[in-house]
Nanobody, 122 residues
Framework: QVQLVESGGGLVQTGDSLNISCAASGRFFTPYAVGWFRQAPGKDREFVASISRGGSNTHYRDSVRGRFTVSRDNDKKMAYLQMKSLKPEDTAVYTC???????????????WGRGTQVTVSS
């Protein structure tokens, strides 16, 4: 079992940067890949980024590639999403998830946090 808690969300302006975190508790964190997903009001949840267990492999959706960076610190049981050049369309609840493989498919993740709100004003 892994419990995940996100933090760091907030209200920023277009072009600003924001870093959000995902804290894991439980006995194990290293065996799990981590994914970040987001859901805007009235829209389906969408994949944002993923990172492999060791952190060597990362994957991003096209619209955030080059602006967002996913990372993790297994010793601290933490995952991070650094977001730069934020746009109003990035506004959403951002949620981290842990699973067996770093995939864009949410059904492959077993554990989910509750999310943190990121709002980008124009």
């Amino acid at each position: 079992q892994v419990q995940l808690v996100e933090s760091g969300g907030g209200l920023v302006q277009t072009g600003d940067s924001l870093n959000i975190s995902c804290a894991a508790s439980g006995r194990f964190f290293t065996p799990y890949a981590v994914g970040w997903f987001r859901q805007a009001p009235g829209k389906d949840r969408e994949f944002v980024a993923s990172i492999s267990r060791g952190g060597s492999n990362t994957h991003y959706r096209d619209s955030v590639r080059g602006r967002f960076t996913v990372s993790r610190d297994n010793d601290k049981k933490m995952a991070y999403l650094q977001m730069k050049s934020l746009k109003p369309e990035d506004t959403a609840v951002y949620t981290c998830a842990a699973g067996g493989v770093p995939t864009a498919r949410p059904e492959h993740y077993s554990f989910w946090g509750r999310g943190t709100q990121v709002t980008v004003s124009s």
